[in-house]
């Protein structure tokens, strides 16, 4: 089945310590995305990837970190986690760049 | 920069009855529009999509027309059912630069048998 799977789906932390949610992608994509979603935001994009080794910030790139070692895998980094970044997070894959994008379920993030 | 305002929800409708969800837009160009549905505790899946000005985009009984005149990008059903109840995003991403999806803030539709 195509699918993006992100993991963890819930996760409680505290105030700096590191952590990573991961996202991987079994259709072939070459463009890859994180998002948050913020009650009246709607989703903002946080970091994107056109293909392997190539990344870029997004609307909201502060406190994240993102990596592209492998086509399938898009990881979410926060070196130092924050209370505002207590949020739902996306992932998100595409074929290309603007093309039609297929998203996770998402990872529901709290920071104490 | 690009934005996408939606009507403020919750919106709520009986069985049957005739679903409009307002979409505006700005942005430079000739942008593709979207339409996403979230059902609840799932991510984002695409319900319908135009990508040019007078395309009217379709699916599962929605349907949504790309105005550029009014730049607007209007949701409608005929008969909203229970299984409807969602929450709706429009987006657009734009067909040049970065190409990111901006969203707007989403309209919580609740379907009441």
């Known amino acids: 089945e195509a699918q993006v799977t992100q993991n963890p789906r819930y996760l409680i932390t505290v105030t700096g310590k590191k952590l990573t949610v991961t996202c991987s992608q079994n259709m072939n994509h070459e463009y890859m995305s994180w998002y948050r979603q913020d009650p009246g935001l709607g989703l903002r994009q946080i970091y994107y990837?056109?293909?392997?080794?190539?990344?870029d910030k997004g609307d909201v790139p502060e406190g994240y970190k993102v990596s592209r070692k492998e086509k399938r895998n898009f990881p979410l980094i926060l070196e130092s986690p924050s209370p505002n970044q207590t949020s739902l997070y996306f992932c998100?894959?595409?074929?290309?760049?603007?093309?039609?994008?297929?998203f996770g379920p998402g990872t529901r993030l709290l920071v104490l | 920069g690009d934005s996408v305002t939606q009507m403020e929800g919750p919106v709520t409708l009986s069985e049957e009855a005739f679903l409009t969800i307002n979409c505006t837009y700005t942005?430079?160009?000739?942008?593709?529009l979207f339409w996403y549905v979230q059902y609840p505790g799932e991510g984002l899946q695409l319900l319908l999509k135009a990508t040019k000005a007078d395309d009217k985009g379709s699916n599962k009984g929605f349907e949504a027309t790309y105005r550029k005149e009014t730049t607007s990008f209007h949701l409608e059903k005929g008969s909203v059912q229970v299984s409807d109840s969602a929450v709706y995003f429009c987006a657009l991403s734009p067909n040049t630069g970065r190409r990111a999806l901006t969203f707007g803030s989403g309209t919580r539709l609740q379907v009441q048998p």
């Open positions: 942005a430079t160009g000739y942008p593709s």
């Open positions: 998100a894959s595409s074929l290309w760049q603007g093309e039609t994008q297929y």
């Open positions: 990837s056109m293909n392997v080794e190539v990344t």
